[in-house]
């Protein structure tokens, strides 16, 4: 195949956005009564795009990086922004994971949003959605980034609220947009820094991001504050990765983020929002590369993250929320295997040249697992939407023997928690094994990255199998079932068009991991790294057998939550009884909610920023205003003294200032 032509590379996200125009301007106001055409425009906008994006992937496979010259965007002053693609096999792998996982969860959309009001206005937002997603992965400069970057947000902010009559997924919505803002400041901070702090017309003064990888060693060079430019520049780029990857401790937004539709979930939490931080991070990684101190910061935050969210999944009882922690505790993997493997290549014993291609080679590892969760993902969420459909809700405390009623359901869904617990043969076991193995690799203090990771992968299988038995064994311990109160009665399998999608996205969570298992994958990304994958029939003996101990302890993960929600030896009521403390500090989320709403927002902002604001407002720039009109009232009362109405004061002040003018012009005037 020919390489690809650079109008079908801009049609890629172009087609979402005019279908999202299209769904808005025209079906909306005049075929309102005909909803359903918005879904056949959004799945046929998307389909297109996954076609491009497969012809995309298959010309960089072929050919390398496209390079296309950008066109002209904004000037200001001396200044010129440009507007860009860029194609390289990071953009190739987003782009095909971006409209793949868009792609299903649209088809499925159509029986999962059936009936609903706002029919077109969901299919209208779920495409520019994905075109801004889209967007943001192609661009090839950083103000271009930002752009779609913040469509990004405004799109989960409609999204989580689309339900906005219920005050839940209201308040939800705007908790995600604050605080996911929060760590925009410092992505924004960053672009500033870059144009500030540098010299116009060095190397260094671009926003470019092919320029900036060039440029990486010099802004090393460059300080600020003490500070390493790069590294005050990553690690702004790394706080806007954190907020929108949800990571500690900006994580409080998503697990309140289901308040939106099933599907609204499963493509924020697969391959578009939460990735997005992700993807932020594996396309600076040549920047990063060159700071110890960023690249330390993202594995321990990663690291922290994991762990930190995983604990919380144990005890929660919302099958989308343990599945939204579960989605944290993965990105904080990605996070940790981007670090991870930047300090083994770059700042280890054995460490390498920091090289742009062997630096995109080495962002492979997070990536690799960001592809396979992403196929999971969004089939766990699917199936879990699938198991709503059928009860009425997402407690797992009101579920219970479904895979008698459920089979392809619960088909689907074991194969997407088999995958996700990074169990052997499924996809997710060759990537987290990957990343774990590179923990291993870190030496002194930084070896407790590899001992958190470690428990994290027993956890992971834990709280995963435990929606498994909570959900699909047992009896059935809710009451009468209904279809968002459609009156559907009883329990039921979901239609084809729900089912077909899992069916795809069950089989990609059983497959997609053995691309790389003669080290594809991470070849086709750059240059190949020290710690790439092994063949499948030796990775078993490949680091020490470390494999093959994860493998054993996620086993342990899986017997432990067997043996508490089947065999109930202990069961879960006991184990909260006898651990009464650590049971409250889960549930309650360790207090996160409460700190940021009772210190942060009403002691820093409402009794101390706010509070300075209002005095300042009402002493100042009000006393100020009120002054200016109580003075022009006084000075007004003044001359109104001086119009008196009678002819002889007004003559008698004419001849006044007539001599006085004329004094002046004989005095000063030569």
Known sequence: MSDIPEAAVWLIFLLPLFSFVIISFIIRPFFNDRPRLAGYVTIASIAVSFVFALWALNSVRVQGELVFDPVEWVVIGNHTIKLGVMLDPLTAVMVVVVTLCSLMVQIYSQGYMHGDSGYCRYYAFMSLFTGSMLGLVLADNLIQLFVFWELVGLCSYLLIGFWFHKPSAAAAAKKAFIVTRIGDLGLLAAILVLFFRTEPGTAAHTLNISALYEAAPELAAMT??????????????????????????????????MEGPTPVSALIHSSTMVTAGVFLVARCFPMFAH????????????????????SMALVANDIKRVLAYCTVSQLGYMMLGLGAIGLVEFYGDHSEPVGIELAKGAAAIGIFHLFNHAFCKALLFLASGSVNHATGTFDMREMGGLRKHMPWTYLVYLIGTISMAGIWPLACFWSKDEIVAEAMELGG???????????????TAFYMFRTVFMTFHGEYRGGTASVHGHGHGGLHESPAVMLVPMFVLAALAIGSGWINVNGWFSSFFGEHVSHSWTHAFTLFTSHHGLPLISLIVALGGVAFAYMMYIRRQPSGEEVGRLLPTPYKV??????????????????????GVFWVLQWVDSNIVDGLVNGIAEGTIGSAGVIRQAQTGRLQAYGLVMFVGIL??????YLFVK
């Open 445 to 459: 203090p930084r070896y407790i990255l590899f001992i958190l990771a470690m428990i994290t992968v027993f956890m």
């Open 224 to 257: 600020s504050l003490g500070v390493s430019l790069m590294t005050l520049v990553a690690i702004g780029i790394f706080a806007g990765a954190v907020g929108k990857s949800a990571q500690f401790p900006l994580h409080v937004w998503l697990p309140d983020a």
């Open 586 to 607: 889960l549930s309650r989320k360790y207090w996160m909610d409460e700190l940021y709403e009772r210190v942060f927002v009403v002691r820093v902002l409402v009794d």
């Open 660 to 665: 006085v003018i004329a004094a002046f012009t």
């Open 291 to 310: 700071s110890e101190v960023a690249l330390t910061t993202v594995g321990a935050i990663g690291a922290f993250t994991a762990i930190f969210a995983a």
